[in-house]
């Protein structure tokens, strides 16, 4: 049996998926943050993306279900309450519906989900699947690619605002509220999986649950690709 990786080497594992595996690179988000989706593009992403976003408290109260102490439930059932809201909060997936009307897509259409692609469905409920599924730990890990995300979400609120000044700027603010979330989520997680993942076996599972959450994310933008393909690509 392999001897665990030291929490530096873990770490580094667990970075060089995002490196290599993060959607960041697929080019559909490629040419989004070159500026070179067309409005449908983006409305095409945007409803899409929200199948996954309504999906992020469901896929957290599967993982707090399953959390072995009051403690970590405390820290975890925060990002149910980000998403779903509480109180004069209406949280992100409300944030995400006014993205949607923001570039143009009724609410009503957001909510029907009609213009949700099956390969996203079936992507984002295998992800649901594997937290319900799945050891806690491993579940924690699949989260991490909370880790690539504020830099990325950062660079986004950028490029819809000087590329995309169409889309009217209230829509931004799921992206503003994550500049804080996610950073905090990422330290959480890592706290979680570097805790009880003290084996080589236990830590590889880690790395392949991360990996597996980045095809799914990838997974979305092949199915977009597809769905809206660029002018040239058109039959």
């Not at 697929?26 to 040419?31: D, E, I, L, S, T």
């Not at 199948?51 to 990002?79: F, G, M, T």
């Not at 950062?154 to 000044?165: A, D, M, N, Q």
């Amino acid at each position: 049996m392999p001897e665990p990786w030291s929490n530096e080497q873990f770490m580094a594992q667990l970075r060089k998926v995002g490196e290599s595996r993060y959607h960041d690179k697929h080019p559909y988000h490629v040419r989004m943050h070159e500026g070179k989706l067309s409005p449908e593009q983006v409305r095409g992403w945007v409803a899409n993306r929200f199948y996954y976003q309504k999906n992020i408290p469901v896929k957290d109260a599967l993982i707090l279900s399953k959390l072995p102490s009051r403690e970590d439930r405390r820290d975890w059932i925060q990002r149910i309450i980000d998403h779903d809201g509480r109180g004069d909060d209406e949280g992100g997936i409300e944030a995400w519906v006014r993205l949607g009307e923001a570039v143009g897509i009724p609410r009503e259409e957001m909510l029907d989900e009609r213009h949700v692609l099956p390969a996203v469905r079936f992507a984002v409920d295998a992800y649901v699947n594997f937290c319900r599924l799945r050891p806690w730990p491993e579940a924690v890990a699949s989260s991490l690619t909370e880790l690539f995300a504020p830099t990325l979400v950062s660079s986004r609120i950028g490029v819809f605002e000087k590329l995309y000044p169409w889309i009217r700027p209230e829509g931004l603010e799921y992206f503003r509220a994550r500049l804080q979330q996610a950073p905090r989520d990422a330290d959480q997680g890592v706290g979680l999986v570097m805790r009880e993942c003290k084996t080589r076996k236990e830590q590889e599972a880690a790395v392949a649950a991360l990996s597996f959450k980045c095809d799914v994310l990838w997974a979305l933008l092949d199915a977009l690709s597809l769905a809206y393909p660029d002018e040239e690509n058109r039959a």
